[in-house]
């Protein structure tokens, strides 16, 4: 019998999004601008777009069908990726021009803003991994824009009293969005969540869609690491850097793979989230990777964490503390990404011939990482806390992970 969750839907979803988007609209009205460009920025606008489409790529087609590996699950996976990721692109281009705002009262819009609210909005996709196919839209609306509030005000925090540079501060997002999605999964863990959900495993076709979103996130996480860095030789040394590391970390994955298998088999969704921890990882220091050689040292340190993460931490952390995190986002983002804040330090470190400044350094990057760490965690804790409601109906253990719940389908209809 499919399940009658239409009125939890009709009720709640649709008068939020409406609403949202009617604000959304208002304050684009009143704030929002084309940024007037001239002809150098014409030039430049045919180079940076194929970028902002990889991104676009990796956020609609790579999130969203790595999330389609439960095998009842394929189109609530994609669909709501896609439901999540737009809603919290338009939040964060209104939070990032609040500064702009403050000055001038007027948001200017390029593609640059646009691709850099995408990446506020990616934290949320990672965090939503961690709960996936336990929540509904609602609560997914809600976590998207609580979220990419607190990343916003993060990003805000360490640019005013740090003075990190944008691009340090928004490739941070592995770290938060991966802290974040424990909180959530860990105060919204449900009973049952031991011995297994009767839906949460995956077959042939799931697993294909899968490792599907899993390549496009490997082919176009060069752009993703590279698209804000200014000059082109950086963005060139980037692009270069994030490439090894992802290659080095297939490899290593791979190999790994097979070694931690009883069987000596290939896992194919553990496959999916540790052949990227490399991308992950150079992206949090991508600033001060510059021999390629480094790129490679990290790419598989990061996929050694991730496979260990994934076979060992996450099972640890569903029977010690009640944490459910169902992609197993804190090894395939939080450690590498952890793993890329510690090279940066590092490399940093190495590069300075002052000591002084070195050890302010040091100073001044532990305190980033203190800020993402203790916002990630406290927003966490308070939209974990808000989103268990029970106001939003959350679906009951036996419909997790079931589109039915959700979608309609004409040969599942019930007959009255």
Same mark, same amino acid.
């Given at each position: 019998m499919a399940p009658q969750y239409a009125p939890s839907l009709r009720s709640r979803l649709a008068p939020l999004l409406l609403i949202l988007q009617t604000g959304f609209i208002i304050i684009a009205a009143l704030c929002f601008e084309n940024k007037e460009t001239n002809k150098p920025d014409r030039k430049s606008f045919f180079h940076f777009y194929p970028e902002f489409q990889d991104v676009n790529v990796?956020? #609609?087609?790579? !999130?969203? !069908?790595?999330?389609?590996?439960? %095998?009842?699950?394929? !189109?609530?996976?994609?669909? !709501? /990726?896609?439901? %999540? &990721? *737009? *809603? &919290? @692109?338009?939040? &964060?281009? #209104?939070? /990032?021009?609040?500064?702009?705002?403050?000055? @001038?009262? #007027? *948001?200017? #819009?390029d593609l640059k803003s646009i691709v850099k609210a995408e990446l506020c909005a990616v934290s949320a996709l990672i965090s939503i991994g961690s709960v996936l196919g336990k929540t509904n839209p609602v609560q997914l609306t809600l976590i998207a824009l609580l979220e990419v509030t607190g990343f916003a005000l993060n990003e805000w925090l360490l640019q005013t009293l740090l003075k990190v540079q944008p691009p340090n501060s928004i490739m941070l997002l592995h770290v938060f969005g991966a802290l974040f999605g424990l909180m959530l999964t860990w105060i919204l863990y449900r009973d049952g969540s031991k011995q297994g959900f009767e839906k949460e495993t995956f077959d042939k076709k799931s697993g294909l869609f899968s490792m599907l979103g899993a390549v496009f996130l490997w082919m176009f996480w060069p752009s993703f690491n590279s698209v804000l860095v200014g000059d082109d030789q950086t963005r060139l040394e980037a692009v270069c850097s994030t490439y090894l590391s992802l290659a080095v970390s297939a490899v290593t994955a791979a190999a790994l793979a097979v070694l931690s298998s009883p069987r000596g088999k290939f896992n194919p969704i553990q496959m999916q989230s540790c052949i990227l921890a490399g991308g992950a990882a150079v992206g949090v220091s991508v600033s001060v990777v510059q021999q390629p050689w480094e790129a490679m040292a990290l790419g598989f340190t990061a996929a050694i964490l991730s496979t260990l993460g994934y076979r060992y931490l996450k099972t640890h952390l569903l029977i010690a503390f009640e944490c459910h995190d169902t992609c197993s986002v804190l090894s395939t983002h939080g450690l590498p990404g952890l793993l890329g804040w510690l090279a940066q330090l590092v490399l940093q470190i190495k590069y300075c011939d002052d000591h002084t400044v070195a050890v302010r350094f040091a100073v001044f990057h532990i305190c980033t990482l203190f800020i993402t760490v203790s916002l990630s965690l406290s927003m966490g804790i308070i939209t974990a806390f808000l989103v268990k409601w029970t106001f939003w109906r959350p679906q009951q253990n036996k419909k997790c992970f079931d589109d039915q719940a959700f979608w309609e389908f004409p040969n599942l209809v019930v007959r009255k």
């Open positions: 990796m956020m #609609i087609l790579g !999130f969203g !069908f790595l999330c389609t590996f439960p %095998v009842r699950y394929g !189109f609530s996976g994609s669909g !709501f /990726n896609l439901l %999540v &990721a *737009i *809603i &919290a @692109t338009q939040w &964060a281009l #209104i939070l /990032n021009g609040l500064d702009s705002w403050y000055n @001038t009262k #007027i *948001i200017r #819009i």
